[in-house]
């Protein structure tokens, strides 16, 4: 009984340092215990197999037509494990407009559904500005999970000399933070994104963008990303950190034929 009390412990010892982050079982018995809550209790159960991951890969498939044309496309991401199988599909929903025009500061949606077709988790990104001398309109997204229920925000910070985001819940109170190094072109090695605690003694995690050869990066835009985080992770924050990937991949990693 000792050995199952202190599991229980551990497991949630990461979820204790995260403001307001609600106890789950507290959160399962509140629904079960309020009848008004019956009606809509189906539509809040969190992605299946996002509880028990510590590394999450994300790879960008190569759109061949915009190679050929130099065109932005529509970005489309395979989600896997740490095994490299298949979790979810992502889909950038955006008009041609605003690839040609807006690039990568364009407006989008990203659905994220699972292996059998049901979307699972929604990410709105606005038109926003993304430069150090714009501070007031800076990059931010919106994670629905699931679609229609809002459990967070990616927010970009203003910093003259390092990107800063933070990951907010969904009253807009900061959980995490993200700190990027100075230069994130990425040439010959990895570009790694830190997730710390609020005061930024603790590193907590990371969200990687792995080196894929000279050839690949100026000559494709598939990228690949590894988001590593404690597996005992409240499930809104690693779809938010999910979030924040494709946000980073549009914000830095983002080029076509065109502008070469």
């Not at 199988?85 to 990203?110: D, G, H, P």
């Not at 925000?153 to 933070?177: C, G």
């Not at 100075?182 to 090695?189: D, I, L, P, R, V």
């Amino acid at each position: 009984m000792a050995s199952k009390d202190t599991q229980n412990q551990r497991s949630r010892g990461l979820l204790g340092f995260l403001p307001r982050t609600p106890d789950p079982d507290q959160s399962l018995r509140s629904a079960s215990s309020n009848p008004e809550n019956q009606a809509w209790q189906p539509r809040l159960p969190p992605p299946s197999f996002l509880p028990t991951l510590d590394l999450i890969i994300i790879h960008q498939q190569v759109e061949l037509l915009g190679m050929i044309l130099g065109t932005e496309t529509s970005n489309k991401y395979e989600i896997k494990n740490s095994l490299g199988q298949r979790i979810y599909f992502a889909v950038e929903e955006s008009i041609c407009f605003n690839r040609t025009f807006c690039s990568t500061l364009r407006s989008c949606t990203l659905r994220i559904t699972d292996n059998s077709g049901r979307e699972v988790i929604t990410v709105n990104r606005p038109l926003r500005c993304n430069s150090c001398w714009c501070p007031c309109y800076l990059q931010e997204l919106e994670i629905q999970a699931p679609p229609g229920t809002i459990v967070g925000y990616v927010a970009q910070k203003w910093d003259p000399f390092l990107p800063k985001f933070t990951i907010q819940n969904a009253n807009k109170e900061d959980i995490l933070k993200i700190v990027g190094p100075c230069a994130t072109c990425g040439c010959f090695g990895d570009v790694d994104f830190e997730v710390k605690t609020i005061n930024e003694k603790l590193t907590i995690g990371k969200i990687s963008k792995y080196w894929s050869g000279f050839v690949n990066d100026v000559f494709t835009n598939a990228d690949n990303f590894g988001i590593h985080v404690p597996a005992d992770l409240d499930v809104t924050v690693k779809a938010a950190m999910i979030g924040a990937c494709f946000l980073f991949d549009f914000m830095f990693f983002e080029h076509s034929l065109a502008g070469l």
